[in-house]
């Protein structure tokens, strides 16, 4: 968000009709992404279907991060076979941000509440310069309104804001978490959870939650993806401005 040597947008989506935790909880479940997303896309023949994310997986790893600016947790997709790229870990931020990498360079998603069973959806957009150098953007980033749904109502499912959107949603407008079965694939979910509650707790008795800094001098650019990755998969430059969020 601070960064000059790229070009920045914003998305803003059509209203999520449920509640915000349930946008947040998709965040950590990065098996998604095969399934809801690619095999969703190919099966309506798109020819972009996005292969990357449609590989198998070998596993996925998740960490609990807590830095003096902010915390979250880190995940990361690992693919299954020989010489396949490796994946830039990225993270859930708490409360309600993701971070992920995407083919233009780094977005953001902004999950914000409207109140408990409505949810705006806020995607700003980093593309960084391929030589590093600053690029001039006059006034406030351009914004874009993205659509989710059809004339009908129904959602069309054409990309994944779209795919999201139908799948939270049609858990109603609050998710009933009783009857649901976790598996090994929704250890991020659980993490999650407990953070979250951790940091409730925190506040209910006047403390700040984990990642809010109040030393000024502690408030520098924080950096998300991890040295030595790009926005998608490993790279040996460690010049690389791509780097740094």
Same mark, same amino acid.
């Given at each position: 968000?601070?960064?000059?040597?790229?070009?920045?947008?914003?998305?803003?989506?059509?209203?999520?009709?449920?509640?915000?935790?349930?946008?947040?909880?998709?965040?950590?479940?990065?098996?998604?992404?095969?399934?809801?997303?690619?095999?969703?896309?190919?099966?309506?023949?798109?020819?972009?279907?996005?292969?990357?994310h449609?590989?198998?997986?070998?596993?996925?790893?998740?960490?609990?991060?807590?830095q003096?600016?902010?915390?979250?947790?880190?995940?990361?997709?690992?693919?299954?076979?020989?010489?396949?790229?490796?994946?830039?870990?990225?993270?859930l931020?708490?409360?309600?941000?993701?971070?992920?990498?995407?083919?233009?360079?780094?977005?953001?998603?902004?999950?914000?509440?409207?109140?408990?069973?409505?949810?705006?959806?806020?995607?700003?957009?980093?593309?960084?310069?391929?030589?590093?150098?600053i690029?001039?953007?006059?006034?406030?980033?351009p914004?874009?309104?993205?659509?989710?749904?059809?004339?009908?109502?129904?959602?069309?499912?054409?990309?994944?804001?779209?795919?999201?959107?139908?799948?939270?949603?049609?858990?109603?407008?609050?998710?009933?978490?009783?009857?649901?079965?976790l598996?090994?694939?929704?250890?991020?979910?659980?993490?999650?959870?407990?953070?979250?509650?951790?940091?409730?707790?925190?506040?209910?008795?006047?403390?700040?939650?984990?990642? !809010?800094?109040?030393?000024?001098?502690?408030?520098?650019?924080?950096?998300?993806?991890?040295?030595?990755?790009?926005?998608?998969?490993? !790279?040996?430059?460690?010049?690389?401005?791509?780097?740094?969020?």
């Open positions: 968000m601070v960064r000059q040597d790229g070009a920045k947008t914003i998305d803003v989506c059509e209203v999520l009709r449920c509640n915000w935790l349930q946008a947040m909880e998709n965040s950590v479940d990065p098996t998604h992404t095969y399934y809801l997303h690619s095999h969703t896309l190919r099966l309506k023949g798109t020819k972009d279907y996005v292969p990357f449609y590989q198998p997986l070998s596993k996925v790893d998740f960490e609990l991060v807590v003096p600016s902010w915390a979250g947790i880190q995940k990361q997709r690992v693919f299954a076979g020989e010489d396949v790229r490796v994946e830039a870990p990225h993270p931020i708490i409360p309600n941000i993701l971070f992920v990498p995407v083919r233009i360079g780094y977005a953001l998603h902004f999950r914000t509440p409207i109140d408990d069973s409505n949810t705006m959806v806020y995607q700003f957009r980093f593309s960084p310069s391929k030589d590093g150098n690029v001039e953007q006059s006034g406030e980033p914004v874009e309104y993205v659509g989710t749904k059809n004339g009908e109502g129904e959602f069309h499912l054409d990309n994944f804001t779209s795919q999201d959107h139908m799948a939270w949603e049609t858990q109603g407008p609050i998710a009933d978490r009783a009857i649901e079965h598996g090994e694939g929704d250890r991020g979910i659980i993490m999650f959870r407990k953070l979250l509650r951790d940091q409730i707790h925190a506040v209910q008795n006047g403390q700040d939650p984990v990642g !809010v800094n109040r030393d000024p001098a502690k408030d520098e650019m924080i950096q998300l993806v991890q040295e030595g990755f790009s926005a998608f998969s490993f !790279v040996r430059d460690e010049n690389s401005a791509e780097r740094q969020a």
